[in-house]
């Protein structure tokens, strides 16, 4: 029996180890962190979104330019494969308004609970607190646990070590050397699903910091989608579902140019000419903060937002309402890299065949978030993850009936 080492005990770690345990293998899974799943119990706390409902060709186009790697291990584990995954662990889904799937329980504990329990019925071994540090030659895992140093002897090894956010949930992107040193082929880590900094004001900074604002559209000056839904307002700038929806065109704009500057709508469902019919319907000597409360019912949090330009606020209603329907925010730069809900970045695809192996580590496999691709929040994160988990073990099972490892050793 072949022994399979799995090293991340994420989504796409478990999904490998759980194929190939169904595939007749021997796995261990390494984990550095004390449980397993720690970034999918934070993603749970809002309600775990596991994947999308829209038709597949659509959901595909997430996916970007990546569409052509990730297409294959998206299609063999699709979103309705992942629905119909969760329901036989006891976890039945529902579709949300806006077309998410989320576990009727709405958090990710009971789903891991089960799938824990399935993994150990199939006889999969699961080692918490132990680091991968490298090889120790062909075939030997180096790894680090409380009881010290130690070697695992593999056949193949798959690689779910995550991305380069939540340092502290366990993805810190510390991996991108060790595999750059065996001249595997890497992009730069990049923020994704991310706030950004702009050079608020101390009164709204300190003021506003933590508010949302709901009921809004963003359009980035000079080009690019209109996306509706809400933002936060943070002491550094701004983030929130909206903005991350926006974030690959603003993290590169800003890269090419410097900043980029986002127009705000604060009433996406009023037209100019309605806005300026309604202002006008105010007296005259109305404060700025009563006409436009009266008015519109602008929150005090959109009013500061109003006052941000190096000039007042035009007080002519037709003014008013061409800035109430495009208020400009210059962004300065995307949030951290460990603030980021996701990367871009990392292993790219002409580093890996068709099976998800390396091509300078013969017998090594790579899934999840450590490869180069990046999508929006909606539940295509998670799907992905679970795909190319599942893909890069029948990667490995594939590579082992042919002879792979008696053509290659595994590890360096």
Excluded at 39 to 49: C, E, T, V
Excluded at 170 to 199: I, M, Q
Excluded at 246 to 265: F, H, K, N, P, T
Aim: charged content about 20%; hydrophobic content about 45%; proline content about 7%.
């Amino acid at each position: 029996m072949a022994h399979i080492v799995v090293i991340g005990a994420g989504p796409a770690g478990l999904a490998a180890a759980e194929a190939l345990a169904a595939g007749g293998c021997a796995v261990t899974v390494l984990e550095r962190m004390p449980t397993i799943g720690r970034k999918m119990l934070m993603a749970g706390r809002g309600g775990l979104n596991l994947t999308h409902s829209e038709p597949l060709d659509r959901f595909l186009t997430r996916y970007g330019a990546a569409r052509p790697w990730l297409e294959s291990a998206v299609r063999a584990f699709s979103p309705d494969d992942l629905r119909a995954w969760a329901a036989a662990l006891g976890q039945p889904c529902f579709v949300g308004s806006s077309g998410r799937v989320f576990p009727q329980a709405m958090k990710a504990s009971p789903l891991l609970r089960a799938w824990g329990a399935r993994l150990a019925e199939r006889g999969v071994t699961i080692l918490t607190r132990h680091d991968w540090t490298g090889w120790d030659g062909p075939g030997r895992v180096r790894v680090v646990s409380p009881q010290g140093e130690r070697v695992l002897v593999a056949d193949a090894v798959v690689l779910a070590l995550g991305g380069a956010s939540w340092a502290r949930l366990g993805a810190d992107g510390a991996w991108a050397g060790r595999l750059a040193g065996e001249g595997v082929d890497l992009a730069p880590f990049r923020p994704a699903n991310c706030g950004f900094r702009t050079n608020w004001s101390d009164t709204l900074r300190d003021r506003f910091a933590g508010t949302p604002l709901r009921g809004i559209a963003l359009t980035p000056e000079g080009g690019g989608p209109t996306v509706r839904g809400e933002a936060v307002v943070t002491a550094q700038g701004l983030e929130g579902g909206a903005v991350y929806a926006l974030s690959a065109l603003l993290r590169d704009r800003i890269a090419a140019e410097g900043q980029v500057r986002l127009l705000v709508d604060l009433r996406p469902d009023m037209t100019e000419a309605a806005v300026a019919e309604r202002l006008a319907r105010v007296r005259g000597r109305e404060s700025l903060s009563n006409t436009l409360r009266k008015a519109l019912r602008l929150p005090p949090v959109a009013v500061a937002l109003l006052r941000e330009g190096p000039d007042a606020p035009p007080r002519d209603a037709a003014s008013l309402a061409r800035l109430i329907k495009a208020v400009p925010v210059t962004l300065t730069a995307p949030d951290s890299l460990d603030r980021a809900i996701s990367v871009a970045g990392g292993v790219r695809a002409d580093a890996v065949d068709a099976r998800f192996m390396l091509r300078a580590l013969p017998g090594v496999f790579v899934a999840g978030e450590m490869l180069d691709w990046e999508a929006p929040t909606g539940g295509y994160l998670l799907q992905a993850c679970f795909a190319t988990g599942r893909a890069a073990a029948r990667g490995v099972l594939d590579w082992l009936q042919e002879g792979g490892k008696e053509r290659y050793p595994s590890c360096p």
